[in-house]
T-cell receptor, first 111, second 114 residues
Framework: QKEVEQDPGPLSVPEGAIVSLNCTYS??????FMWYRQYSRKGPELLMY????GNKEDGRFTAQVDKSSKYISLFIRDSQPSDSATYLC???????????FGKGTLLTVNP | EAGVAQSPRYKIIEKRQSVAFWCNPI?????LYWYQQILGQGPKLLIQ????????DSQLPKDRFSAERLKGVDSTLKIQPAKLEDSAVYLC????????????FGPGTRLTVL
């Protein structure tokens, strides 16, 4: 079993849809959970950062962490064509501060 | 604030040749990371530097890959000799400290090994 599992998609939605992206993990030591967005031919950029369990909202984006289920989610409301990108979950824990990334989900928002 | 700079952006070599990548992190960032991102995969950490010391190189194929960070600023990653499976995007990232802070990524170097 991989430490981090993420459905690679691709996921195609119409503009204005609510998008749900998910990752599961197996390492109970993970406490830091992040979502990165990666546009084609670019490096990843941090979108959301959550410590431990709970929800975090930033504009149209909401990140949720359920440590009991080892499951994290990213919701995008009112999706826009500019949201079309690959979304990577990343997580870490412990003193080595190492991040483990998921494979990424390719999202296309159609106008 | 200038971002993480990497060069070259693209490189095509034949197997068994050598190649080097360069990274200039954001000014003042103590921690520098090199990741390998194979097509369709997430970034995989190759090596992490704190200033000019190595923190983690457990996933660096040391028989062919080497990296250094001179004076705790710029870094180079070298592959010698290259194999077909080294075809990937090599990403450099930096952060203020080695804790779980935001990592800022460069645009990457896309390597193709023929």
């Amino acid at each position: 079993q991989k430490e981090v599992e993420q459905d690679p998609g691709p996921l195609s939605v119409p503009e204005g849809a609510i998008v749900s992206l998910n990752c599961t993990y197996s390492n109970s030591a993970f406490q830091y959970f992040m979502w990165y967005r990666q546009y084609s031919r670019k490096g990843p950029e941090l979108l959301m950062y959550t410590y431990s369990s709970g929800n975090k909202e930033d504009g149209r984006f909401t990140a949720q962490v359920d440590k009991s289920s080892k499951y994290i989610s990213l919701f995008i409301r009112d999706s826009q064509p500019s949201d079309s990108a690959t979304y990577l979950c990343a997580m870490g824990g412990g003193s080595n501060y190492k991040l483990t990334f998921g494979k990424g989900t390719l999202l296309t928002v159609n106008p | 604030e200038a971002g993480v700079a990497q060069s070259p952006r693209y490189k095509i070599i034949e197997k068994r040749q050598s190649v080097a990548f360069w990274c200039n992190p954001i000014s003042g960032h103590a921690t520098l990371y090199w990741y390998q991102q194979i097509l369709g995969q997430g970034p995989k950490l190759l090596i992490q530097f704190q200033n000019n010391g190595v923190v983690d190189d457990s996933q660096l194929p040391k028989d062919r890959f080497s990296a250094e960070r001179l004076k705790g600023v710029d870094s180079t990653l070298k592959i010698q000799p290259a194999k077909l499976e080294d075809s990937a995007v090599y990403l450099c990232a930096s952060s203020k400290t080695s804790e779980y802070n935001e990592q800022f990524f460069g645009p990457g170097t896309r390597l193709t090994v023929l």
